[in-house]
Each structure stands twice: as structure tokens, then as C-alpha cells.
């Protein structure tokens, strides 16, 4: 896997400094190039990385006690970093010394199930940070999940979004006055574009006060009240809506249900799924199942859960569904989460004076190591993005509109 100053991983090691006494240790094996030093402030910190690799280094990083430098002396890109740091022999030793708290950590999921309760919670503890932080880091869809590059990146973020949100309209085959559903609606890009492009009558949930009110307000804007309408409640509380719905789609919220209730979710979408209706569900995945990542359940998204792919297919099967088309589109997800970890960067002083309540320097720190490790992780097929269209029963009409 090469880096983006086109260096192989692989054949690179790393240097680390330690503050306190400024000396100089380096990693990999002898006569490998250094390409970035990992700076120590305190002892507390090396040892925490030692003892934890992803979690340690992930708050060192938030805390400012571990900084990392290119060999020219400037700041390194951190994606870089991840993608050499993860890769040697140190971590590897230090990942054995980890086990046991990962093994704590997967207890802790296993048991703090995404109830009601805690899930509304859990959500508004990532997606009701500033919203000026999506929209300065996102695109103007203001999509919040994989984009779909069919040009292999030449295209702009945006068209990629749209690209996503319209072959999915396609695959679900909406049609005129369909009543429509969409589960963990974000701040309603594909809820929009089916309402605005298909016709159909939208309905959109979120567990998110800030989406919500979003929404809200793009509702009005767009002048959309008598055909799209966004309810603050949780996929298991669907009081007011219909009964039952033509299609339903699932993009980007399954990472929050949890391995405790994803056969009841599928079953719950079959339940509310017309006969011969269509569910998109889009997710993300491993392919094999592994502990959760301890940074990111405690510092950006409490209570999520990525799904193993078996699973997924296991819960729609069992739920009733027939599978009629899937495709993993991972590699994607390496592209989008570029241009947002770009956007970010490019635009943080934007971002810095609405983030109150907290050291806006620390949060930046944090956002960027989440950004990064997740860049990686799908670069590295260690995770995945699959697309799943499901039918109740056959459907009335050909399965058209695949990407």
C-alpha cells in the first residue's frame, strides 16, 4: 500500500523522540527509511500507546502529548502515519499486550445493547455537534455516507453523492405517490431527491435534534410540506407514520442498530414493507468479525456497532427478505473519506468558532484521527460498504437501475 508521498508502507519505519530526555529510537527494520518521527511528551503517554495502540495513540494525539513530524521537520499527514504505525512489528507486539482491554471493550458492546433509551442518546453524541462542521466538511448534498465514484474520482464529491442517492432511487424503482421511508434520514439528501426527482411521498426519521430541525427547515425551504415530513422517533416507535410503505431505505444507519436488535430491525422493516416491496439497505461491514475500535466507541460514536457481512445477509434472509442484488462499494468509502478529512482541514477555521463547550483544538485533533483511521481501515479492506436491495415477496416489477 503505498502512501501519498508514493512510498511504499511497507518499506518504511519510523522514529521515536521522547521529550524528557530527547533521545531517538527507530522502528522497522535496519537500513528502512524513516519517512515521519512520533514525538512523545510525556512518559504517561508513550505508555498508553503501549499498552493500547489505537486508543493510546488516539489520545495522545487528542491531548497534544504525542505529535508526529515528516522528515522535513513539518507536520505529517496523519493518514501517513496510520498507514506505516499499524503496519510494524511495535504495534503488532503491542496489540497482543491490548487484547485484554479489546476483550473488555467487546463485552462492553455486547452488552450495552442500542435500546430506545441509549440510542437517543448515543446519536445526538455525534450527529448534533455544530452543524456548520458537516456542512463546511461534507459536500452540498449534505451527504454523511459513502459516495458513489463511477468516474474513479474525477468526478467532484457532490457528483459522487448524487450519482449514490440516484442509483439507489433507481434500484428501490420509485415511482409516482410511492410512500417512501427513510430510516436515519441524515440531513435528507435521498429523502429530497426522491420526493423532488420520483414523486413519491417522503417520510424521514432521525434520533438527531439537529438533523431534525435541519430538515425541518429544508422542507420549508424548498417548499416540500405537503409531500415530505421528518419525525424526530426511533425505527421501533413509528407512531403517526403508515402502517406500511411501498419502499424503504436504510443508508448509513445499520452502523447504529447493533448486533442485539439487527434481526429485529430487519424484521421490523419487513413488517412495514408492502408486498412486493422494495428495501435498499446500505451499510458498513467487516468481513470478519473483530473487537470494536475503543476510540471510536468512546470518543465518536457511543453505541455503534459495525455489522459482519454474514450477518447482514443472515438477519435479511431470517427477517423474510429475497435478496436481489448486493455489491460492496468499500473502495469508495477510502475516496469519500479523503475529501471530507480534505474538507475539513481546508476548512477549519470555519469550523473552530462554533465548536463551544470544549477545546476547539482538541476536538480537532480528535476529528482528524477518526477521519484518518477510518480512510485507512477501508483502504485496507478491513472494512467494507454493502449495498443490499431485498424484496417482501416478488416484486410486481423487473429489478432494473442497478449502478
Known amino acids: 500500500m503505498k502512501n501519498s508521498l508514493g512510498i511504499d508502507a511497507t518499506q518504511v519505519g519510523f522514529n521515536l523522540r521522547y521529550d524528557w530526555d530527547d533521545s531517538l ?28 495502540p489505537e486508543l493510546g495513540f488516539g489520545e495522545g494525539y487528542m491531548a497534544g502529548e ?45 452488552f450495552n445493547a442500542n435500546t430506545p433509551s441509549r440510542a437517543r442518546r448515543q446519536i445526538p453524541a455525534h450527529y448534533d455537534h455544530p452543524q456548520e462542521l458537516y ?25 459522487a453523492q448524487r450519482a449514490k442517492i440516484d442509483g439507489a432511487c433507481r434500484k428501490l424503482d420509485l415511482q409516482p405517490d410511492d410512500d417512501f421511508l427513510d430510516v436515519g434520514c441524515g440531513r435528507g439528501a435521498l429523502l429530497f431527491h426522491a420526493v423532488e426527482h420520483y414523486g413519491v411521498k417522503g417520510y424521514g426519521i432521525t434520533l438527531s435534534p439537529g438533523q431534525f430541525e435541519w430538515v425541518q427547515r429544508e422542507i420549508v425551504r424548498r417548499g416540500l410540506k405537503d409531500r415530505c415530513m421528518i419525525y424526530l422517533t426511533d425505527w421501533r416507535e413509528l407512531r403517526g407514520l403508515p402502517s406500511v410503505f411501498d419502499k424503504i431505505a436504510s443508508v448509513g444507519q445499520f452502523e447504529h442498530v447493533g448486533h442485539w436488535y439487527g434481526r429485529k430491525f430487519c424484521r421490523a422493516m419487513y413488517d412495514r414493507l408492502a408486498d412486493g416491496g422494495r428495501f435498499l439497505l446500505h451499510t ?13 466507541m468512546k470518543y465518536i460514536f457511543p453505541g455503534g456497532e459495525i455489522p459482519y457481512d ?12 429475497y435478496l436481489r ?19 475539513f482541514q481546508c476548512n477549519w477555521d470555519k469550523i473552530r468558532p462554533h465548536i463551544t463547550g470544549r477545546d476547539p483544538e482538541q476536538f480537532k485533533r480528535m476529528w482528524e484521527f477518526y477521519l484518518a483511521g477510518a480512510q485507512v ?8 460498504l454493502l449495498q443490499c436491495l431485498v424484496t417482501k415477496g416478488k416484486p410486481d416489477r423487473p429489478i432494473v437501475g442497478i449502478f
Open 66 to 110: 504525542i505529535e508526529v513530524y515528516g522528515i522535513d521537520g513539518q507536520p505529517a499527514d496523519l493518514r501517513d502515519v496510520i498507514r506505516v504505525y499499524f503496519g510494524t512489528s511495535f504495534t503488532t507486539r503491542a496489540k497482543l499486550r491490548a487484547w485484554p482491554s479489546l476483550g473488555w471493550w467487546a463485552l462492553k458492546s455486547w
Open 325 to 343: 442484488h448486493d455489491e460492496y462499494f468499500g473502495t469508495y468509502y477510502h475516496m469519500t473519506l479523503s475529501r471530507w478529512y480534505d474538507n
Open 25 to 52: 529510537e527507530h522502528v522497522g527494520r535496519e537500513g528502512q527509511f524513516s519517512q515521519f518521527t512520533i514525538l512523545f511528551h510525556s512518559p504517561q503517554a508513550l505508555r498508553a500507546m503501549q499498552l493500547n
Open 377 to 384: 481501515s477501508f483502504e485496507e479492506d478491513k472494512l467494507d
Open 135 to 159: 456542512s463546511h466538511m461534507l459536500d452540498e448534498t449534505g451527504c454523511y455516507s459513502c459516495a458513489y465514484f463511477a468516474r474513479w474520482g474525477r468526478e467532484s464529491l457532490a457528483e
Open 310 to 321: 454474514a450477518n447482514v445477509y443472515r438477519w435479511l434472509q431470517r427477517a423474510g427478505f
Open 284 to 296: 458498513i461491514v467487516e468481513h470478519e468479525p473483530s473487537p470494536p475500535s475503543p476510540f471510536t
